[in-house]
């Protein structure tokens, strides 16, 4: 169905192909898992299947991609909407519309379809994928991850025989992705659609997986068994960690085959204690008192209270919409307050009373979208532009840069850098800045496993050094390996709130797949279990 033959994809001022000569047969009717580092080159794997790669890349591809017998270079996305629908990262650019119910209907009346079809595929839909409840919703109200869920289903609603998915889950709740999820094998089992999706977060997705293809430095691997995939990739989720760690071979994809391992582990685990939660200070350096936000005439935060401390690391967590976002932008002054108070840093200062240019030392965030933060054209100029703006010394936001990404190309142009490595470019501009106070708006997204593994590096040595760290994720693994504290939100409201272990072992939807293999014992990581067990992981 769909035909790479020594496919290679080079960019304008790259030294180095996205894609070095692919050939690869993807079969009808399965789940295709592409797996790879960030920058490795699988968006543009992805773009290429519909065209946008060579149409609208600005690169030059040889070789030839064969979608159902149609050649890429020969046709253009609109001549294969009928067949290939593109769901991209970022789902804010891709809309049309201003109202749910209304993008899900627009790409089927582009195609002509009659009205009564329109009519029941929105319905089947908007069920499929629990959307009926935000029907009339306007587009800019919702979530990200609300947003990613309403992107899915429009393209899905056209009915286009493949799907191509990039990072499908990663603005999800743990929750809301596996429904995702179930969706997608639903319509790969029941309907024979062909889906093929990149994703970070393996533990989500691996075993859904009919075949796996492995990406690293835009060459590939063949289509792959998952776990034999898993048996080699240097990507992989903590459940094979966790089986390399204990020689379970072939490494089991799930928890529940974890499981049914996993006794002669915890036997050995038994006799030993998780370690202890980082010492943080007693000073606050967030402080919400009775705040309330509103988002139109909508009230997402209501008479909230919450204390940090500084050094600290909070997670919050919670489902999509559950006020999240909101939260970090009344912290740092990008929404106002409706009432109560927020007071922020070692001097409790109101951010909303405080001119932009000073805020940015006491607070600063990283928002979902990073590009919001980035308007030059190249990685060099954003990097000495942030040197500038805070007064710090030249070299300052790229050695930063280099700390969280390793090394990225200065001549790149940031829009065509991958989706994580334009939010570890806006991470280093805010922490050039030195906030007292930093906020991260789903700081993984679009990050691999060692990336996040630096960013959590990078994190603990920030709270170590007296900055406090207020994340904003869905990303479980990502909080059981930095976070000191997690607030769980519903509904505006904190509904728990504790110490990392203590919340996260008590909660089936938010337990890392760590402490949901070794239950009932609460170990949070691999590196936990390896240091009692006195191995490397």
Known sequence: MISFEHVTVRYPESSTPALDDVTLQVPEGELVLVVGPTGSGKSTLLRCVNGLVPHFSGGLLSGSVLVEGLDTRGHRPRDLATVVGLVEQNPVSTFVTDVVEDEIAYGMETLGLAPATIRRRVEETLDLFGLTPLRSRALGSLSGGQQQRVAIA???AAGPRI???????SALDPVAAEEVLASLDRIVHDLGTTVVLAEHRLERVIHHADRVVLLEAGRTSPLLDPADAMRISPIHPPVVALARLAAWDPPPLSIRDARRRVGELRRRLAGAEPPEPRPTRADPALTLSGTRVLRGRRVVLDRLDLTVEQGSVTALMGRNGAG????LGAVGAQLPVAGGRVRVGAGQL??????????????GMVPQQPDLLLYTERVADECLSADRDFDVAPGTTADLLETIAGPIDP??????????????????????GGPEVLLLDEPTRGLDYGAKHRLATLLARLAEAGTTIVLATHDVEMVAETADRVVILADGEIVADGPVRQVLAASPAFAPQVTKVLHPQT??????????????A
């Open 154 to 156: 429009a393209v899905f």
């Open 163 to 169: 799907l191509v998915l990039d990072e499908p889950t």
């Open 324 to 327: 999240k976002s909101t939260l």
């Open 350 to 363: 109101d951010p909303h009373a405080l001119p932009a240019r000073e805020r940015v030392h006491l607070v």
């Open 411 to 432: 001549t790149r142009h940031p829009r065509d850098l991958s989706e994580g490595q334009r939010l570890e470019l806006a991470l280093a501009v805010i922490l050039a």
């Open 523 to 536: 170990w949070l990581t691999v590196d936990d279990v390896a240091a009692a067990l006195g191995r490397s």
